[in-house]
């Protein structure tokens, strides 16, 4: 093997591992929720909706990457360690 592929396929394996080791899990998915819905809405956090979504939402693990989902919509999106909340 020539040290170009060698150096790829090591950095390749090196960024799996990262992403597998730091997806988000439920509840930081739930936390991010929670979060979110009271920063945009006042009355949303007055009210606990942002409690009551992330309570209804379903965690989805891909290995290198996460979701939660309530219904048929996707809520946040997670990968090394991030989350991402849809609107």
């Known amino acids: 093997m020539s040290k170009a ?11 799996v591992a990262a992403a597998a080791l730091l997806n988000p899990s439920a509840e930081r998915h739930r936390d991010k929720i929670r979060e979110t819905a009271g920063e945009r809405s006042p009355v949303a956090r007055v009210l606990g909706l942002g409690s009551l979504k992330a309570f ?7 290995g290198v990457a996460s979701y939660t989902t309530a219904g048929e919509k996707t809520l946040s999106v997670g990968a090394f360690g991030l989350v991402f909340v849809s609107d």
């Open 5 to 15: 592929l060698t150096t790829t396929v090591t950095v390749a394996a090196v960024l």
């Open 56 to 62: 209804a939402s379903n965690y989805h693990s891909l």
